[in-house]
């Protein structure tokens, strides 16, 4: 099983299936895969009946490979960017990351701008510490949670269970 099958087996199972809640700005989902999202990848069909299948092609380009975490060295710093990406962003969860290594970092810093470059790949799987670097992406990922809700109180719906199954700090 690869890291990527890993890491959508737990995200995929975290975000469940069918969902069209009243509060959701992202209106019908279906394995955290969002209509929108879906149309984006060639989905026509109602968002009920998409596959696991599909959705899993989606999280593949466009939450994994679109921010190379393949050539990521540690399993929990892939998953950690990969659920950011899913739940916040692709941007965000680069963000996240490299905040995460300016603040623990001694010797250089990054610019948090969400791409994920050269310098950004070399430095995470360069730092000798990455579990101080997973916990402090996840907290970032936890801050932003109680942002977007004190700017959005729709979101107190699901601030709860953001905090219950992706923060573990």
């Not at 109602?46 to 380009?61: C, I, P, T, W």
């Not at 949670?145 to 109180?153: F, Q």
């Amino acid at each position: 099983m690869t890291n990527f099958d890993k890491a959508f087996e737990k995200v995929v199972g975290l975000e469940g299936g069918y969902s069209n809640h009243v509060n959701d700005s992202g209106g019908a989902t279906k394995y955290g895969i969002t209509e929108s999202v879906a149309r984006q990848h060639g989905y026509k069909g109602n968002m009920k009946d998409l596959s696991l299948e599909f959705a899993k092609s989606v999280y593949k380009k466009s939450y994994w490979d679109s921010i190379k975490l393949d050539q990521v060295n540690d399993y929990k710093l892939q998953y950690e960017m990969f659920d950011s990406a899913v739940n916040c962003g692709t941007k965000m969860a680069v963000k996240f990351m490299q905040r995460a290594y300016n603040l623990l970092s001694t010797s250089s810093s990054l610019v948090d701008d969400g791409i994920i470059g050269t310098a950004t790949l070399k430095a995470i799987n360069g730092y000798n510490k990455p579990e101080r670097l997973y916990k402090l992406a996840n907290a970032y990922q936890c801050k932003y949670y109680i942002e977007i809700t004190e700017k959005n109180p729709k979101n107190k719906s699901f601030v709860y269970g953001w905090l219950d199954h992706r923060v573990e700090v």
